[in-house]
């Protein structure tokens, strides 16, 4: 089993930063996995922001490229999303994932909103 716990959230200006953590526990050798962010608008599907692999290769959706960092912290057993320059758009409950013997994992999820 994989619990994984996200935090970091908040209520944030236009053109304000925030940092989002996941930390995972359980069974799960997290240095070994790749890892992603997703993201759910009101009304909206969960779409994918951003994954990392367990040699750190990055990539991210084309709306957040530029202003949102991936990263890990494997001694922490935790993944990080930086997210730089938010926009209204970015408002939504953001969701870390992972899929691990053979099963899909996510977390309770984290409301960002972003208003003036």
């Known amino acids: 089993q994989v619990q994984l716990v996200e935090s970091g959230g908040g209520l944030v200006q236009p053109g304000g930063s925030l940092r989002l953590s996941c930390a995972a526990s359980?069974?799960?050798?997290?240095?070994?996995?790749?890892m992603a962010w997703y993201r759910q608008a009101p009304g909206k599907q969960r779409d994918l922001v951003a994954t990392?692999?367990?040699?750190?290769?990055?990539n991210y959706a084309d709306s957040v490229k530029g202003r949102f960092t991936i990263s890990r912290d494997n001694a922490k057993k935790t993944l990080y999303l930086q997210m730089n320059s938010l926009k209204f758009e970015d408002t939504a409950v953001y969701y870390c994932?992972?899929?691990?013997?053979?099963?899909?994992?996510w977390g309770q999820g984290t409301q960002v909103t972003v208003s003036s």
């Open positions: 994932n992972v899929q691990w013997g053979g099963a899909e994992y």
């Open positions: 359980g069974s799960i050798t997290f240095s070994w996995y790749a």
């Open positions: 990392i692999t367990s040699g750190g290769t990055t």
